[in-house]
């Protein structure tokens, strides 16, 4: 052919879409994207161009790419009837996709046809640019597709709505992107010790710009909840169910503001619905399992335990979160709520080995690994009644320095069960030393001096103690 190659590749990078993007696959569930993608465009039609234009993408990552050229197609389709006026400005994406599509299908004349169209348009729009151009849409679209590919992403996805912004301030669109993002980040924050980002006011203006986005009322709903206006949330989510009764994005959320306000009977209900509508949706798949977790503890409270009840409880809790390893493997936290059902199913070796199965992933990020210890730890200490390991695996969490919701969890954990035991008068030198582990791992250098101490006099020999007090000493 003509074209060559390599000089293909250099313009190929130039251009701006999906697969320039850096969206690594191994951050998500492919199969699981798709059914997300897929369900969007069945209720959200405003998104229509950039959802076919990202499952082009999720089906190329797939290795289908004819099928990620009917995408494409269709996006044309809903370009030409929606912005009949300015093709060329809202296909720059699209373009750009197929493009590299056809380069891997080493089509190489095709690819460089879609190259040059985007070329020709970004000369037209800006007499500076090749096929790199700063258009606020193309930010936007970028955002929308980062909040896509999970939490490594947020923070790029807040940074490219912030971008938009810039040119138009008042863009509903760009606006519930950049509060969406900042909503996520806040939330992951809470959870893997990052840093937080206030997010409410940005949750409110987007809320007056999109009057009739009931997923941004939602989300603000969930964070009056969580700085404790909970009521003033719960007005928002009854406007939303009355507003789009039937919009599964909202119900999701409305679920969860019912679960943590403790109606889990009505979560329940609400989650139900919306399955029915995306039976493929593994959030809602896992806020069931969670929903039926809950009301298995409560029930673990009553008195005369309905054993029927109990069972159904736990295969209905399995069969969810088991849907949400399947689909998603990099859900990391459900494979800890579905060793915790195990557990409390009293089915001890499928727990070990869930437990074992993710620890032994080595792409588990570390604030996940934290927690999974934690749980891990917790399964060991209550169900297999084993303190010693218990205590090892708080302590492995809290050797991983991530001040993470894990991390602290562990370090609750141990710090209590140790202290109790010395308490108790059974504090021999091995659990008071171990104390003194947990303080230096916590920072706090001069009550692991003082434990140290009482470790020695109880054990005069161990070197371990003896080496870890000079250590501690000198640092001071």
């Not at 969580?226 to 719960?234: A, K, M």
């Not at 029927?308 to 800890?336: R, S, W």
């Not at 991390?407 to 308490?423: D, G, N, P, T, Y």
Request: hydrophobic share 35%; with cysteine.
């Amino acid at each position: 052919s003509t074209v060559s190659k390599d000089s293909l590749k250099a313009s190929l990078l130039q251009l701006e879409c999906h697969f320039t993007w850096t969206l690594l696959k191994e951050d998500v569930g492919l199969e699981a994207l798709e059914e997300t993608i897929l369900d969007h465009i069945k209720f959200v039609t405003e998104y229509i161009i950039k959802d076919y234009n990202i499952l082009s993408y999720v089906c190329h990552l797939k290795n289908s790419n004819e099928e990620a050229l009917r995408n494409l197609r269709k996006a044309e389709e809903a370009i030409q009837k929606h912005y009949p006026g300015e093709i060329s400005r809202r296909s720059l994406v699209t373009w750009g996709n197929y493009a590299w599509i056809y380069y891997h299908m080493q089509r190489y004349e095709e690819a460089q046809n879609y190259v040059s169209k985007v070329e020709n348009s970004c000369k037209k729009l800006s007499s500076t640019s090749h096929g790199k151009i700063q258009l606020p849409e193309i930010y936007a679209e970028k955002g929308w597709a980062l909040l896509r590919f999970g939490r490594n992403y947020f923070e790029r996805a807040k940074n490219c709505f912030e971008n938009a912004l810039k040119s138009e301030p008042n863009n509903p669109d760009f606006n519930a992107g950049y509060a969406i993002a900042m909503y996520r980040l806040e939330d992951c924050a809470e959870r893997y010790g990052d840093e937080i980002t206030p997010c409410l006011d940005a949750l409110k203006l987007a809320v007056e710009l999109n009057p009739r986005d009931t997923t941004i009322l939602a989300l603000l709903a969930l964070r009056l909840q969580r700085s404790e206006r909970g009521d003033e949330g719960e007005r928002y989510i009854e406007e939303g169910l009355q507003k789009t009764p039937d919009f599964p994005l909202f119900l999701r959320h409305a679920a969860i503001f019912y679960r943590k306000k403790g109606e889990v009977n009505k979560a329940v209900e609400i989650l139900k619905r919306a399955l029915a509508l995306t039976p493929n949706s593994i959030v809602l798949h896992h806020q069931l399992g969670l929903c039926y977790k809950f009301k298995i503890c409560q029930l673990k409270k009553t008195r005369y335990i309905p054993q029927e009840e109990m069972e159904n409880l736990i295969q209905l809790a399995i069969f969810h979160l088991k849907t949400v390893i399947d689909k998603k493997p990099v859900f990391f936290t459900a494979y800890g709520d579905l060793g915790n059902i195990y557990a409390l199913g009293k089915r001890y070796e499928e727990a070990e080995e869930i437990f074992q199965e993710v620890l032994q992933r080595n792409d588990l990020p570390c604030g996940d690994k934290q927690e999974i210890y934690f749980n891990y730890g917790t399964f060991q200490r209550f169900h297999m009644k084993s303190e010693s390991k218990a205590i090892k695996y708080y302590i492995e969490g809290l050797k991983m320095e991530k001040d993470s919701y894990g991390r602290k969890k562990c370090s609750e954990a141990v710090e209590k069960l140790l202290k109790q035991k010395i308490e108790s008068g059974l504090g021999d030198a091995t659990g008071i030393g171990t104390l003194g582990l947990v303080h230096k791992l916590n920072g706090k250098k001069q009550e692991a001096i003082e434990c140290y101490k009482k470790a020695i006099d109880l054990d005069p020999n161990n070197e371990e103690y003896q080496n870890a007090l000079v250590e501690l000493q000198l640092s001071i």
